[in-house]
């Protein structure tokens, strides 16, 4: 297993804890963060990071006391606003889930202590210093729990901000799963269509995921290139077998357009190898429009690059490339099997 799958499957188990935990009652609002601030270290969610340091570690202040202008946002973000009561104006609370609980919990021991059990008076100011002592009793005890309640609501909002991080890390991190099952799909169909080609066009496909796995930016221009080529490759390769006995320089399309198929025209002779399989299909597919904009868009790109105005290829323009090409060829081989299944 590569680092990189070990990694989502440690982010989800951290997800589960934090998501059953929470649900089940068995884990507290503290190691629900420590848990958060893993899922955010395993996927890699620096914004996140950041929110969750500061949950942990506390929100960095100025000279003066103040929380940083930055915090103070991030802070807002994340549920810790309130309006006071008094002057109106908006603040942050800043303790941490640990010091919530820590303050909840002693609270929870002073009202226990909080009582007139073993309190006596005599004399003639008993009944006053009685009365005295109950207003007191009352009074403390009426704001240990008003201050009970603050503390319990903005522990609450602490909980659901981890809680809904980890149900959105939890789906993406599912779905991401899904999805890399699909394409590895159609990674599986094209790689075993390619087999059968030539040690060449191996070798291009080979170097598409080296170039990738270099990670020098520079090498990402060559990335589109490689796929330009290969699809020249599928595109000779497709149309000899699709229409062996065609040796016409033009290609008449269904909307009544002559194409030029002769030479390097490979965009144009997949066109009509598309074209030639969607007749023969049963039921209709957006194959050809897919594919012809894929290499449309592979050439408009070496177009802008090659142009006086410099335009360095991006690593997710590389990327769209290669998941494009994959996901276009496989479609048109799905294509071809339902053809040869149909015959």
Same mark, same amino acid.
């Given at each position: 297993?590569?680092?990189? &799958? ?6 989800? $188990?951290?997800?589960?804890?934090? *998501? ?9 609002? /503290? /190691? ?11 996927? +890699? ?8 340091? #500061? ?29 006071? +009561? ?9 303790? /941490?889930? $640990? ?9 929870? *021991?002073?009202?226990? +202590? ?19 002592? @109950? ?7 009426? %704001? ?20 809904? #991080? ?6 993406? @991190?599912?779905?991401?799963?899904? &999805? ?11 790689? @075993? ?13 080979? &170097? *598409? ?6 990670? +020098? ?17 599928? $595109? ?9 006995? #065609?040796?016409?320089? $033009? ?15 490979? %965009? %144009? ?16 597919? @957006? ?25 360095? *290829? ?30």
């Amino acid at each position: 297993m590569s680092d990189f &799958a070990n990694k989502r499957l440690q982010a989800l $188990a951290a997800c589960d804890k934090v *998501i059953n935990g929470i649900e089940d009652g068995t884990i507290t609002v /503290s /190691s629900a963060l420590l848990q958060c601030m893993k899922i955010a270290r395993l996927v +890699n969610d620096i914004e996140s990071q950041e929110w969750l340091g #500061y949950e942990y570690g506390g929100y960095p202040k100025t000279d003066k006391g103040l929380i940083t202008g930055s915090a103070w946002d991030i802070a807002l973000q994340h549920g810790r606003g309130y309006i006071d +009561n008094k002057d109106k104006k908006q603040y942050v609370f800043i303790e /941490s889930a $640990a010091e919530l609980e820590g303050i909840i919990e002693s609270s929870k *021991i002073a009202l226990k +202590n909080f009582t007139t059990q073993g309190f006596s008076a005599a004399g003639d100011y008993a009944l006053l210093a009685t009365d005295r002592m @109950l207003v007191r009793v009352a009074e403390g005890t009426n %704001n240990l729990r008003k201050e009970g309640r603050v503390n319990k609501k903005r522990l609450a909002i602490l909980k659901s901000q981890y809680y809904e #991080y980890a149900v959105r890390w939890q789906i993406d @991190l599912q779905f991401g799963n899904t &999805a890399k099952n699909i394409f590895e799909e159609y990674q599986e169909k094209v790689s @075993l269509y390619f087999s059968d080609f030539s040690v060449t066009t191996l070798q291009k496909l080979n &170097a *598409i995921e080296d170039l990738m796995e270099d990670g +020098n930016p520079e090498r990402y221009s060559q990335v589109l290139t490689s796929c330009r080529r290969l699809w020249e490759d599928i $595109a000779k390769q497709l149309f000899e077998e699709i229409l062996p006995d #065609y040796k016409g320089k $033009a290609f008449n399309t269904r909307s009544g357009v002559e194409i030029d198929i002769s030479g390097d025209h490979f %965009n %144009n002779k997949l066109s009509a190898v598309i074209e030639t399989l969607q007749a023969k299909a049963v039921k209709n597919t @957006l194959v050809g429009s897919e594919t012809i904009y894929l290499i449309d868009w592979i050439e408009q790109v070496n177009k802008v690059q090659n142009s006086e105005v410099h335009t360095d *290829i991006t690593r997710n323009q590389a990327m769209q490339c290669i998941i494009h090409t994959y996901i276009a060829l496989g479609d048109i081989l799905k294509l071809k099997e339902s053809v040869n299944v149909g015959d």
